[in-house]
Structure formats: structure tokens, C-alpha cells
Antibody, heavy 120, light 106 residues
Framework: EVLLVQSGAEVQKPGATVKISCKVS????????IHWVQQAPGKGLEWMGL????????IYAEKFQGRVTMTADTSTDTAYMELSSLRSEDMALYYC?????????????WGQGSLVTVSS | DIQMTQSPSSLSASVGDRVTITCRAS??????LNWYQQKPGKAPNLLIY???SLQSGVPSRFSGSGSGTDFTLTISSLQPEDFASYFC?????????FGQGTKLEF
């Protein structure tokens, strides 16, 4: 069974950094990319970027470039998304998703989401 | 970047209705188009991939069509569990953008 299990809710102050984890099981972690998607309250889905766990290569959406860092730890089959300089607009649910089994960005399997609240 | 535009943004319908949602890409994406359903508090659920292929386990009342820039998702006979939000997503090139969503309501 493929599972993506994310870390819990976070409350951070403006200007702080948040790091969310996504632990993968059920397939070979290094064979498929991990993508991150933002969903602000009551809003749509926004693709943030991806990390290739095999070599750590990343592609970020321009909107998040410079503030986001996506990494993967192959020793624990866990992907991470770090977002810095948090502001109120970053208050959202963050999902990880994998492109297993297709190897194209078609997301069958998702994490449960991690809620980030930004508040002073 | 490729912009994905869905219409309508919301839709009122009844059980048994036939419903169509459209998605337009700002440039050609061939058939690299996926459709997702999302219910409140849940992650999105893949319905259709590659514009017209039904994901395993998804009821056959859902269908997709189109290629190039214009795509449609059709629900042939609405069931109570279909009242949700629907998103299209292009998988042609980064950034892998989503449409803004269509909320299907009673």
C-alpha cells in the first residue's frame, strides 16, 4: 500500500521558517518525484515544485523561488519542504504528492496535508 | 507559464443531472490534462488522466475529452457523493498548473 504521511500542523510567526515532512512507503522512494502543492483556505491548488529523491534535483515555481527548499532523505524515505520568510499569504494547507506509478505529474497518491498558520 | 482557466467557477445542479465542466489552456498541452475531485478537508482524488482515461476505481459516469487547449469533464448522472470541487491540471510542462476550480453545489 502506497502511503504519504505528512507532519502535523504548524503555527509560525511572520518572518519565520517552516519545514514540513512527507514520509513515503509502498514503493521505491528514489524512483519517483515528490511534488508539493499549496492550498490557501477556500482557494484552489497551486503547484509549488518538485524534488527528485534520486539525485536531489529540484524545480520550483517562480512564485516560491528564493523562499522554498525541497529536499529528500533517502535513508528515511522522507521528503521535506521548507518555506522561509513566512507571511500571512502563506497560511495554507500544504500537500505532498508523488508521480508514482506514471512518472509524469499525475497525482494518484497524496499526503493528508499539513496546515500552516502564520500569526504573530 | 501555462494558465488553466476553468468554467464555470460554481455550478448548481441536482441529482441525476448531466454536468459539464470546461478547462482551457493558454497554449497547447496535447492530452496532458488531468481532472481531480476534492471534498472538504480531503486531498484531491484523481478522476481522469491524459484527458480521457478513467482512473481505476472511478465510476464510469465520469468522462473526459479534448486535446490541445480545450477540455471537458462530464458527469453523466450526478450522484449525491459527486457534490464537491473539481480541478483540472496540466502535466505538460513546469509549472504544472491547476485550474482555479469548479464547485458543484445543490
Amino acid at each position: 500500500e502506497v502511503l504519504l504521511v505528512q507532519s502535523g500542523a504548524e503555527v509560525q510567526k511572520p518572518g519565520a521558517t517552516v519545514k514540513i515532512s512527507c514520509k513515503v512507503s509502498g514503493y521505491t522512494f528514489t524512483d519517483y518525484d515528490i511534488h508539493w502543492v499549496q492550498q490557501a483556505p477556500g482557494k484552489g491548488l497551486e503547484w509549488m515544485g518538485l524534488v527528485d529523491p534520486e539525485d536531489g534535483e529540484t524545480i520550483y515555481a517562480e512564485k516560491f523561488q528564493g523562499r522554498v527548499t525541497m529536499t529528500a532523505d533517502t535513508s528515511t524515505d522522507t521528503a521535506y519542504m521548507e518555506l522561509s520568510s513566512l507571511r500571512s499569504e502563506d497560511m495554507a494547507l500544504y500537500y505532498c504528492a508523488t508521480d508514482y506509478p506514471s512518472r509524469i505529474p499525475t497525482f494518484v497518491f497524496w499526503g493528508q496535508g499539513s496546515l500552516v498558520t502564520v500569526s504573530s | 507559464d501555462i494558465q488553466m482557466t476553468q468554467s464555470p467557477s460554481s455550478l448548481s445542479a441536482s441529482v441525476g443531472d448531466r454536468v459539464t465542466i470546461t478547462c482551457r489552456a493558454s497554449q497547447s498541452i496535447a492530452s496532458y490534462l488531468n481532472w481531480y475531485q476534492q471534498k472538504p478537508g480531503k486531498a484531491p482524488n484523481l478522476l481522469i488522466y491524459a484527458a480521457s482515461s478513467l482512473q481505476s476505481g472511478v465510476p464510469s459516469r465520469f468522462s473526459g475529452s479534448g486535446s490541445g487547449t480545450d477540455f471537458t469533464l462530464t458527469i453523466s448522472s450526478l450522484q449525491p457523493e459527486d457534490f464537491a470541487s473539481y480541478f483540472c491540471q496540466q502535466s505538460f510542462t513546469t509549472p504544472y498548473s491547476f485550474g482555479q476550480g469548479t464547485k458543484l453545489e445543490f
